[in-house]
Nanobody
Framework: QVQVVESGGGLVKAGGSLRLACTAS????????MGWYRQRPEKDRDFVAN??????????ATYLKGRSTLSRDLTIGNKTIYLEISSLEPEDTAVYYC?????????WGQGTRVIVSS
């Protein structure tokens, strides 16, 4: 089994920054992708960023270009990624969900809530 746990959410003032972390544990060999989606209030879940694990290539949504960084822990066997977002806006208020893809199967975390106050 695979478990995905997010952390780092909370209440942040507009203009501030935050760092979200996501760790996948359990049977994680064969990981092909890890990343983030977010769901704003009364909106669909949107893509935020992801890592193509073997290639080490990161992709970020256009709306976050220039104010976000996706990184990962390169410790062997460790499946942890970090999402840093700066210049936060109230529109970034959302539940941020992490996922991991392993051999064609996607596992989601429970999400971490981010509230950006104006």
């Amino acid at each position: 089994q695979v478990q995905v746990v997010e952390s780092g959410g909370g209440l942040v003032k507009a203009g501030g920054s935050l760092r979200l972390a996501c760790t996948a544990s359990g049977r994680t060999s064969g990981t092909t992708e890890m990343g983030w989606y977010r769901q704003r209030p009364e909106k669909d879940r949107d893509f935020v960023a992801n890592f193509h694990w073997l290639a080490g290539q990161a992709t970020t949504a256009t709306y976050l270009k220039g104010r976000s960084t996706l990184s990962r822990d390169l410790t062997i066997g460790n499946k942890t990624i970090y999402l840093e977002i700066s210049s936060l806006e109230p529109e970034d208020t959302a539940v941020y969900y992490c996922f991991v893809d392993i051999v064609g199967r996607r596992t989601w975390g429970q999400g971490t809530r981010v509230i950006v106050s104006s």
